[in-house]
């Protein structure tokens, strides 16, 4: 399926634009979640009613539609593509793919797959079901205007049936690389082979992952560099110091459902009782655009969720080991954002993530912001993220 073209441009929405950059993975105030709840608004189009069965290529576009109130000077599409788990077997996945408007250049426009942060785990928490998806990429405009193909994965489990997959680095990784070979089969001759990685929080290990299984699982891509913003590693120890407040138990929920669900681990080896009841409850919830329904449900729960230490309980601690990045070198240059007055992310575990891709050979650029919280922390580095990427890509514009 090829692209089509059309005349509609209206501007990003300006104060959810705001909102998410204050808001990202939970670090916001009550006044401000009360401003998304009433600025997020579904997407009501007939588009993800019946997705077709997953078997096929991974990449291969199965269904598109233009989609309405893109960025000025560029068309955007929502896209249904295949991909595979961390298994091996075949998924369906939903994003978004917008190229700017104007010539092509010689070569085709290099491609930056965006892995975005934590908006839930349930099929209507997936950004490209938004009336306003754009928001939710962030650097977008920036990165339209250099020239770049801009495509997104909803991830495994979200937008349309699948399997869970929230901080489930190997699924995660794979729908990072087939959203970038589906904006190849999309765009066609459009687009080159060229590819750089953007990730935010959650989608920072998403593309961690992603440059961790390239060569093996996506060799045909000519992947350039990533660059990562405030980076989800050392799972076990970022939930462990996360765990105390109301965001921390929000958090821990999505992923003690996913992993009981794609790994069959047992919930009352590691949470309450009253934390294993309310779990369907907060799964169902969207981070950002049903906070407050969602910290109803987990603020009691604060000191009372945990019943083992997720460091040490098996297979707890070993699931979130094996979905903690790093477990080798990142092959292509690697730029780490992280703000030092992050409280979700700490600064030291990001530190300490660099300090080992380092001793492995990784070719990093680590920019520690003063003052970038966790919400902040991608728009503040966007400039730096520019030139890291034009100084490896250098074929746009």
Request: with cysteine; aromatic share 8%.
């Amino acid at each position: 399926m090829r692209r089509q073209r059309s005349g509609w441009r209206t501007a990003v929405g300006g104060v959810l634009a705001a909102v998410l950059a204050v808001t990202a993975l939970g670090g916001c105030s009550q006044e401000v979640r009360g401003e998304e709840d009433l600025a997020a608004r579904p997407y009501t189009g007939a588009f993800y009613d019946d997705p077709p069965a997953a078997p096929g290529t991974p990449g291969e576009i199965v269904r598109s539609e233009l989609a309405a109130g893109g960025p000025f000077g560029a068309t955007a599409w929502r896209i249904l593509f295949r991909s595979t788990d961390l298994s091996g077997r075949p998924v369906l996945n939903s994003g978004m793919l917008l190229e700017p408007d104007g010539p092509t250049p010689d070569g085709g426009r290099t491609i930056v797959s965006w892995a975005h942060p934590t908006t839930g785990s349930a099929e209507k928490c997936a950004p490209s079901r938004s009336a306003d998806p754009y928001v939710w990429i962030e650097g977008l405009q920036a990165l339209l205007k250099q020239g770049y193909a801009v495509v997104s994965t909803d991830y495994t489990g979200m937008g349309v049936p699948g399997p869970n997959s929230y901080l489930v680095g190997a699924t995660e990784g794979r729908n990072v690389l087939d959203a970038a070979r589906a904006a190849r089969d999309f765009l066609g001759s459009a687009a080159s082979d060229r590819v750089l990685l953007w990730g935010h929080s959650q989608g920072g290990q998403a593309a961690l992952f992603a440059a961790q299984v390239w060569k093996e699982y996506a060799p045909e891509l000519d992947l350039r560099a990533v660059a990562v913003a405030a980076p989800a590693t050392d799972l076990a120890s970022l939930m462990r110091a996360d765990i105390g407040d109301v965001s921390g138990v929000s958090i821990a929920s999505y992923a003690f459902d996913a992993y009981a669900d794609v790994y069959g681990a047992p919930l009352d080896s590691i949470l309450t009782p009253a934390a294993v009841a309310a779990l369907p409850t907060m799964a169902g919830f969207c981070l950002l655009t049903q906070n407050r329904a969602l910290h109803d449900v987990a603020q009691p729960l604060v000191g009372r969720f945990l019943a083992g230490d997720p460091e040490t309980t098996e297979p707890w601690a070993g699931l979130l080991a094996a979905n903690t990045p790093g477990a080798a070198a990142i092959p292509v240059p690697l730029f780490v954002a992280q703000g030092l007055s992050d409280k979700l992310v700490r600064p030291s575990s990001t530190a300490a993530f660099v300090a080992g891709e380092k001793k492995r050979g990784t070719d990093v650029v680590y920019d520690a912001i003063p003052g970038a919280t966790h919400g902040t922390v991608a728009n503040t580095a966007l400039p730096a993220v520019l030139r890291f990427f034009g100084s490896h890509d250098g074929a746009a514009g």
